[in-house]
């Protein structure tokens, strides 16, 4: 069964969740951030924002999410240590990492990802209301979704 009800539009005739899935982004509180929290909350799902790795583990660790998002800090590794951190436990909990279009590890990734999906930036917020509705009905089903770069 579908996690969204096509009757009941939000944004742009978005589908809205029946029941909001939880998404947390971890995200250096960037304009961006806020920005996908906004889109995210707008279309019916319930956001926890969290400003880095530590805090976005914390949050993982005493609250129920349904999906992570996260990006990487200038550095380039904030959003990836965060998700490595998330495979070390035996868990299929699917993640977006938002990056720059510029990347060296894509194998690494791919398998990081795994459930999960990668979207370079800037991300429209249609392709990123598509690829979460995407990633939760693939974490619903248990299949893993596709990782795009």
Known sequence: MSAT??????PGNVPR???????????????????WAGALRRA???VGVAADTD???HALDNDSYALLIT???PTGRTGLDLIRKVRSVPD???????REKTAS????????????AALAKPVSIALLLSTVRELLRCGESGRGAPVTT
């Open 5 to 10: 009800n096509s009757s009941a539009g939000g």
């Open 17 to 35: 969740p029946r029941t909001p899935a939880h998404i947390l982004i971890v995200d250096n509180l960037s304009r961006d951030g806020w920005t």
């Open 44 to 46: 019916g799902y319930r």
């Open 55 to 57: 805090a976005g583990w």
């Open 71 to 73: 990006s990487e800090d």
């Open 92 to 98: 299929d909990f699917p993640c977006l990492l938002i």
């Open 105 to 116: 590890d894509v194998g690494e990734v791919a398998r990081l990802l795994e459930p999960g």
